[in-house]
Nanobody, 115 residues
Framework: QVRLVESGGGLVQAGGSLRLSCAAS????????MGWYRQAPGKQRELVAS????????NYADSVKGRFTISRDNAKKTVYLQMNSLKSEDTAVYYC????????WGQGTQVTVSS
């Protein structure tokens, strides 16, 4: 059974940084493209960053491009999201999942950016 555990969120001032981690278990992690998603109150969940399984090619939503960096460690079955220059509009619960979000969602990690 696939399990995703996100961590690293918190309260940070605008302009600050956070590094999120997502550990996967029960899956051949290295074969899957991964994504970081977020859901703000009253809004739909959106994909903010993705990374391919082998070459590690990345893609970003326009709203985070140049500020967020996604990376992965296949040996640790973990995907990361480095978030810099955080803005109040980045406040959301952040989740990771396979790129087509076929796996059960984890609990997410709350990121709150104060202005």
């Amino acid at each position: 059974q696939v399990r995703l555990v996100e961590s690293g969120g918190g309260l940070v001032q605008a302009g600050g940084s956070l590094r999120l981690s997502c550990a996967a278990s029960g899956v051949m992690f290295r074969f899957f493209n991964m994504g970081w998603y977020r859901q703000a109150p009253g809004k739909q969940r959106e994909l903010v960053a993705s990374i391919t399984s082998s070459k590690g090619s990345t893609n970003y939503a326009d709203s985070v491009k140049g500020r967020f960096t996604i990376s992965r460690d296949n040996a640790k079955k973990t995907v990361y999201l480095q978030m810099n220059s955080l803005k109040s509009e980045d406040t959301a619960v952040y989740y990771c999942n396979e790129e087509h979000h076929l796996w059960p969602w984890g609990q997410g990690t709350q990121v709150t950016v104060s202005s």
